[in-house]
């Protein structure tokens, strides 16, 4: 386990780019030790804790030192955040975090300047000298996360370890600023430092959650503009598996830069922001009649509406997607020389746009083909959950498009690359929306598809050894959003990674060890068709034998709910991403002369959030077993974890239990 001490960057972004500047210049270096720190057991405010973090502090410079203008594109700004952390190893467990990883999406900035020590208990220092590394942490959304990792040196308890770095953000963009108090440790004490971007058309808002520190005084704006926060005793945050996203947990500050003015009433707030995207989604689609002659070459005016949209949905996804591409080095895009497009048009004769352009050219084809279309923006779940009350326009940051088919909503997406007809990303499901219209639009929710959408059905033809070796054929078919979230994840990788994507994926789904080889060449291209794998497998001593008989575990693809909810205790509402079914289906043939001696009993639970079902049937040398796990809900309340860990136990318990096989010898000698 590795210490993730970093700050955190929401990604939404203006696109206007800041002012020449000035480099800033660090300020934040090692910091005097003292003796009471160096003589520190244990903190009595964090009982048991293997580690503290005596000392963080962040010194965040948004307006790089410029002048505060709006520039063309091509002018820079040194922004940067300083960081700095003083680490107490309490116990030997706490040695852990001497190995230290400093993650930041790619897309945000890099990380420089990283320079560390260990002080030991008697005060002596060794400087750190040795090899900075890079990690990729994971892929999604058209950037990578990436991490520095080092470890620490003569880390022991007792001792002190302590660093700083810088952070460059990206030129030509600003985030969304925030302060992220809460961390895996407790913190003793914490200073944070914001020098905001000045501009008199931008103007900044921040606010707090209600998580931050008991008694801590609010954040305080000195006369120059710069956000101060002084902070102490901050709890260590602790994330629980499937719980909603941390950042609505965990202490925070956030800054808001918006080209909004502000209000005290939210509906006359969103009224005026509202009036604003509806202008600029207009000014951006209305090629009317460059739309009609588009349509014209996509559909047919025999096509019922659906088949229109249908058509014109799968053209639009065809197009050249950029915001999904890998990030191209600058030498890399002044080569291409790639065309700005202000309108549908562009998008259309040039064939690409991002994400929002692909989104809102499908919007104008729809309606120059005759269909009801709106244009909606909505702030996707996977971070944060948005609330109209806060006034953060920033957060409203995706688009869809909202049709009538039939008197009845349909979500299009087809910005987003593979999503099926029909089906919005799960990040984008059961979340506010503004609709727009030329009076400042109304709030609507986008729809959350039932369990039936999104499968994942594992069909598998096996045959069992006399030495217990169970192997044979399997196949694993994933549908809606699954297949969606499995080609996104995928979407920039060669044959070979994405296989070793796969067999690691069902290595997962047996809990033991198996060998797994992908047999066939599944289609990663396509939106409406399932992802469909076939595999060899192989599981040696799958059945424990005993001369004559056999025990054979049911739950041969139980792997990924065996550790599900173990602890007993639960802090924060129960997250699943999106409504599922898992169904498998798998018949074994037997060794000759095998069969079923004792089957166990069907099980059937249905708590309708969750529900679970299994059986095992016997016949002519074969086992026939199926097995389905559903997930009918996203968020369960916390009151509701004893029953929900109640039924995945039971899962468990269905899944250990065992069939009971003889040869035929043992059966004649009964």
């Given amino acids: 386990m590795s210490l993730r001490l970093f700050s955190r960057f929401g990604l939404f972004a203006f696109i206007f780019t800041l002012a020449l500047a000035v480099p800033s210049r660090a300020s934040v270096h090692f910091q005097p030790v003292s003796q009471e720190e160096l003589k520190m057991t244990s903190e009595p405010l964090a009982p048991g804790a293997s580690a503290i ?12 030192h410029g002048h505060g203008g709006i520039v063309l594109m091509g002018g820079t700004a040194d922004r940067s955040e300083e960081d700095y952390f003083r680490v107490k ?93 809460s961390d895996e440790l407790f913190t003793k004490r914490a200073k944070f430092t914001l020098h905001p971007f000045h501009n008199d058309y931008v103007p900044l808002n921040f606010r707090w959650t209600e998580h931050l520190p008991t008694g801590m005084t609010s954040p305080k704006q000195n006369n120059d503009g710069t956000v101060e926060l002084d902070a102490m005793n901050i709890a260590a945050f602790h994330p629980e598996d499937l719980m909603p996203p941390q950042n609505e947990f965990k202490a925070r500050v956030d800054f808001i830069y918006s080209l909004d ?11 005026k922001v509202g009036k604003k995207r509806f202008e600029q989604m207009e000014s951006f689609i209305n090629k009317r009649g460059a739309m009609q002659q588009a349509a014209s070459q996509i559909v047919s005016a025999a096509d019922s509406p659906e088949v229109k949209l249908r058509k014109i949905y799968g053209r639009v996804q065809q197009l050249r997607n950029t915001s999904f591409e890998l990030r191209k080095t600058m030498q890399e895009q002044k080569r291409e020389n790639r065309k700005d497009d202000v309108n549908v048009e562009d998008v259309w004769k040039q064939g690409y746009g991002n994400q929002t352009q692909l989104n809102w050219l499908c919007l104008a084809l729809a309606r120059a083909a005759g269909v009801e279309a709106y244009g909606v923006w909505i702030s996707d779940r996977s971070n944060y959950f948005f609330d109209p009350r806060t006034m953060q326009s920033g957060k409203l940051d995706r688009n869809v498009v909202l049709v009538k088919l039939d008197g009845k909503d349909v979500y299009l997406a087809p910005g987003t690359p593979f999503t099926p007809f029909g089906l919005l990303p799960w990040e984008d499901t059961s979340v506010p929306g503004l609709r727009l219209d030329k009076d400042g639009g109304s709030w609507i929710q986008t729809f959350h598809p039932d369990t039936s959408a999104s499968q994942i059905i594992r069909k598998a033809e096996l045959k069992l050894a006399q030495s217990g070796e169970l192997g044979g054929k399997f196949t694993v078919t994933f549908t809606g959003l699954e297949a969606l979230q499995r080609r996104l994840d995928e979407r920039n990788q060669d044959e070979t990674a994405r296989k070793a994507y796969l067999e690691e994926e069902v290595k997962q789904y047996i809990p033991a060890a198996s060998e797994i080889t992908l047999s066939n060449q599944p289609d990663w291209t396509s939106a409406e068709a399932p992802l469909a794998a076939e595999f060899a497998i192989k599981i040696p001593g799958w059945a424990s034998v005993a001369g004559s008989r056999a ?29 599922s079914e898992r169904a498998d289906d798998v018949n074994i043939e037997l060794p000759s002369g095998w069969q079923a001696a004792a089957l166990p009993k069907p099980q059937n639970h249905d708590l309708h959030a969750v529900a679970f079902a299994s059986s095992a049937e016997s016949g002519k040398g074969e086992l026939h077993l199926t097995r389905k796990l559903d997930i009918n809900a996203t968020e369960i309340d916390v009151k509701y974890y004893a029953a929900l860990r109640n039924f995945y136990q039971g899962v468990k318990a269905a899944d250990e239990q065992q069939i009971v096989l003889t040869s035929g010898t043992a059966a004649s000698g009964n």
Wanted: charged share 25%; proline share 6%; with cysteine.
């Fill in 89 to 181: 190893i309490l116990t030997p467990e706490g040695r852990k975090y001497g190995d230290v990883e400093i993650p930041l999406p790619s897309e945000i900035g890099t990380i420089t300047g990283v320079n560390a020590r260990t002080i030991r208990p008697d005060g002596s220092i060794v400087n750190f000298s040795g090899k900075i590394f890079d990690k990729t942490i994971v892929k999604a959304k058209g950037f990578q996360y990436r991490a520095k990792t080092f470890s620490m040196p003569n880390v022991e308890a007792g001792c002190i370890i302590e660093y700083y770095y810088t952070i460059s953000f990206t030129e030509g963009y600003i985030f969304f600023s925030q302060w992220v108090l």
């Fill in 53 to 64: 973090i005596l000392y963080r502090e962040v010194n965040r410079d948004d307006n790089g």
């Fill in 261 to 271: 003015s502000f209000e005290n009433d939210p509906a006359i707030f969103w009224k």
């Fill in 551 to 579: 025990l054979l575990p049911l739950g041969i693809f139980s792997g990924t709910e065996k550790h599900v909810f173990e602890y007993s205790g639960r802090t924060y509402p129960i997250y699943f991403d999106f409504r």
